[in-house]
Each structure stands twice: as structure tokens, then as C-alpha cells.
């Protein structure tokens, strides 16, 4: 139980272009998904929070423009990466969890590896 | 901020050994989670504990609240187990230890 699925798992595009990455819960509701994102040889680092049906709560230096999160059902987040560059390019992914807050377990789905050309 | 260290960065082990990855943070959590990471980038939650100890299979994790500090231990270590571990304690968000990267050898 308890399956988190994202989609794509890899991306290859030019730069400008805008991209969408999809978080689906697949077997349980999710109040609320995280959005990371990994640098190579780093750590993950929170991006953004999201619970259903309200707006994202962003982490201090990420744009909310450049990366616009939409939580609009209880099984699926999206991350829009707009205008691209290749300082975009990382891997993104996310999670997912039942309730509000931290203090419960998240549910990790398999990444996004980005790269833009 | 909390700041979370993991020890050691790096560990190799032949199979059949016993792993141990430590980690310490520096202010009080709700609770800690232990997070493995394969080469492809996946992340599953192995434990999300608060005091204790717990077991699951040849993985065990322990947690003392008052001195800051958890352990993660493999027991009979397997190549499978070759991953990155992770760290991750909750204050009022996720803050994340840079990861353990474990490799078991045949």
C-alpha cells in the first residue's frame, strides 16, 4: 500500500520550455505533497508544501512563479517548471502524506530527472 | 534551522556484515524518519520513529530523544542493501542529512 507514482521519470528539453510533473497517489488519499528537489551528490531539499484545495506554501528562495504547484485533488499534485534553463535541471520528487504537517509518514514517489538543454 | 549529520559519508561491507549509520541533530524533533535511496533516485521510508526502537526484517533503527542521536543498523548485510541512507527529522518541516552511501560487496 501506500504507492506513490510520478511521472516522467526523465526529461530532456530544450531551454524555455516549460515542463509538468505530475504526483499521483495511487491507493490513498493525500492531504498533503511535498515537492523536493536533489542536486547530484546533495541533499534533498524542500521546495514547497501543498495540501488539497489550497495554495502552495513555498520554502524561502524558491520562485513560486518559476515552479507553480497545483494540489487540486487528493490524489494528484503537479510541479510546472516555466521557461526552463539548465540551472533548472535537477532531480525533482515528491511526496505524499494523509494528514497535515510532518509529524506522520511520507509517501515518496520515484523522481523526475530534468535536464535542459 | 536544524542541522542534521549523518556519519559515516561513506561505508563499504562485505556481505554478511554487520552496518551501522549514525545520526545527530541539533534540535529537539516530533520525529525522525530513516529513507533509502537507490541509484535510480527512488526513495523509500524505511522507519519514521519518535523514542524507541523499531525492527523491520534485518533493519533495525533506535532513537534517543535526550541526546539527539539515532542509529540505523543492517543486520547480515546483502548487496541488495547497497544504497543510499538517509536521515531526515521533523521540527516544522523535513531537514534532511546529506545520506550515507552503503555499499555491499559479494
Known amino acids: 500500500g501506500a504507492v506513490v507514482s510520478q511521472h516522467p521519470s526523465r526529461v530532456i528539453c530544450k531551454s524555455g520550455t516549460s515542463v509538468k510533473i505530475e504526483c499521483r497517489s495511487l491507493?490513498?488519499?493525500?492531504?498533503?505533497m511535498f515537492w523536493y528537489r536533489q542536486f547530484p551528490k546533495q541533499s534533498l531539499m524542500l521546495m514547497a508544501t501543498s495540501n488539497e484545495g489550497s495554495k502552495a506554501t513555498y520554502e524561502q528562495g524558491v520562485e513560486k512563479d518559476k515552479f507553480l504547484i497545483n494540489h487540486a485533488s487528493l490524489t494528484l499534485s503537479t510541479l510546472t517548471v516555466t521557461s526552463a534553463h539548465p540551472e533548472d535541471s535537477s532531480f525533482y520528487i515528491c511526496?505524499?502524506?494523509?494528514?497535515?504537517?510532518?509529524?506522520?509518514?511520507?509517501?515518496f514517489g520515484d523522481g523526475t530527472r530534468l535536464s535542459i538543454l | 534551522k536544524n542541522e542534521v549529520e549523518q556519519s559515516p559519508q561513506n561505508l563499504t561491507a562485505q556481505e554478511g556484515e554487520f552496518i551501522t549509520i549514525n545520526c545527530s541533530y541539533s534540535?529537539?524533533?516530533?520525529?525522525l524518519h530513516w529513507l533509502q535511496q537507490h541509484p535510480g533516485g527512488g526513495i523509500v521510508s524505511l522507519f519514521m520513529l519518535s523514542s524507541g526502537k523499531k525492527k523491520h526484517g534485518r533493519l533495525i533503527a533506535t532513537i534517543n530523544i535526550q541526546e539527539k542521536h539515532s542509529s540505523l543498523h543492517i543486520t547480515a548485510s546483502h548487496p541488495r542493501d547497497s544504497a543510499v541512507y538517509i536521515c531526515?527529522?521533523?521540527?516544522?518541516?523535513?531537514?534532511f542529512g546529506a545520506g550515507t552511501t552503503v555499499t555491499v560487496r559479494a
Open positions: 491507493d490513498f488519499q493525500a492531504t498533503t
Open positions: 511526496s505524499a502524506a494523509t494528514g497535515t504537517g510532518y509529524n506522520q509518514p511520507q509517501h
Open positions: 534540535v529537539g524533533i516530533s520525529a
Open positions: 531526515a527529522v521533523n521540527d516544522y518541516k523535513l531537514s
